[in-house]
């Protein structure tokens, strides 16, 4: 896939599935873009139990992104009435610096989120996001997620998340 941006750089990257061997760029790009992190065991059980829906984003043998995701049964976060659905949970995406902004993050969660539905069979699909996370929950927006419901000191250091769902 070619990106450009500001039509100064083109960057030629690859949305593919995760390989156990990505586990360590993944816990690099984890511990360098976000404050929330994860043992090495976390990242290697996701991948072995949803790896079909679990993408990094690969720029010629260097992992730049991920999306790393897992299947629940739980009650529904979009339905009135309650039920028991099955629904996916994007458990962390981060993209390193240098990659925002050109298409990165849209590319991995589109992948995810339909491999989640067409693979995994899942309903609906949420995650949690810092309430100052702007980037973030605008992303999300475009694939039709609301925020449900705010979560009060959600993260280590005392911030808010919002819970945020959308249907597959």
């Known amino acids: 896939m070619e990106i450009t941006e ?9 949305i593919r599935l995760a390989t156990l061997s990505d586990i360590d760029q993944i816990i690099r790009i984890n511990r360098s873009a976000l ?21 990094v984003a690969d720029l010629e043998g260097e992992v730049v992104g991920y999306v790393m995701p897992r299947i629940e049964w739980g009650f529904s976060n979009l339905k009135h009435i309650p039920s028991l ?33 067409d693979t995994y069979n899942a309903e609906e699909v949420y995650l949690e996001v810092r309430v100052t996370n702007y980037p973030a929950i605008s992303l ?29």
Do not use: C, W
């Open 6 to 14: 500001d039509s100064k750089r083109k960057i030629n990257y690859q």
């Open 35 to 55: 404050p929330e992190n994860y043992p090495y065991y976390f990242f290697v059980e996701h991948l072995k139990e949803y790896g079909q829906a679990f993408y």
């Open 140 to 168: 999300y927006k475009k694939f039709n997620f609301r925020e449900v419901k705010l979560l009060k000191h959600y993260y280590a250091d005392g911030e808010d998340a919002y819970l945020m769902a959308a249907p597959l």
């Open 85 to 117: 659905v099955r629904k996916g949970h994007i458990v962390s995406i981060a993209v390193l610096e240098p990659f925002r902004k050109i298409g990165v993050g849209t590319s991995l969660l589109q992948n995810s989120l339909k491999a989640m539905k």
